[in-house]
């Protein structure tokens, strides 16, 4: 059973964004990126349209790790999201929050910040830690994982996604403090993580 619900954004540029975000405002590897994952997701003969985007941004043989991990990140979101991921139409210049989301999810991975990239994870796909427990740290590892496979196929390239943390989804959710990955304000930042405690 599958639990992924992607949902074509209804216009607007999404929740959680202050102001609108466009395509044409990310570098070249992030546009082909966030295209070959619309496509990805509408599957049918637009999976052709992903693979042929990414072998021509990339070449044949590179492209080909990319678009396994593109893959894998597309299963580990659709395998433990419990809400309705939002994205536009692959021909849409405009990115939603969701989108946004997943690139900085691949971003902060990229970095090897595994601890902030499972609480990106964890966001994204809507588990809370306190409700969910295992789960969560479970699911959000795993996606965390998979987008971390994703930028070390695109770091060859130089081709990893920028996080963009000032685009009014850098306040630290519920979840990111429960998983003890951001200290609360005012707090000591070199104290354990609070769930260590």
Known sequence: ?????????????????????????????????????????EGGPACDAAWNQIATRFGGRPGRPIMAALILLVERLRDSTRRTIQHHAACCPCLSADELRLL?????????????????????????????????????LDLAEAAQRLAAALAPHG???????????????????????????????????????
């Open 1 to 41: 059973m599958t639990h992924m619900r992607f949902r074509p954004s209804g216009g607007g540029f999404g929740d959680g964004l202050d102001e609108p975000v466009r395509l044409d405002g990310l570098a070249e590897e992030e546009r082909v990126l966030i295209r070959a994952f619309r496509r990805w997701v």
């Open 104 to 140: 900085n999810l691949v971003a902060v991975a990229g970095t090897g910040r595994i601890d902030r990239a499972r609480g990106l994870a964890a966001d994204l796909i809507g588990l809370d830690p306190y409700s969910d427990g295992a789960q969560a740290l479970t699911a959000g």
């Open 159 to 197: 081709a990893c996604p920028t996080d963009r943390p000032s685009l009014g989804l850098e306040e630290p959710s519920g979840r990111e403090r429960a998983f003890g990955m951001v200290p609360e304000r005012g707090k000591d930042t070199d104290r354990a993580p609070t769930w260590l405690n």
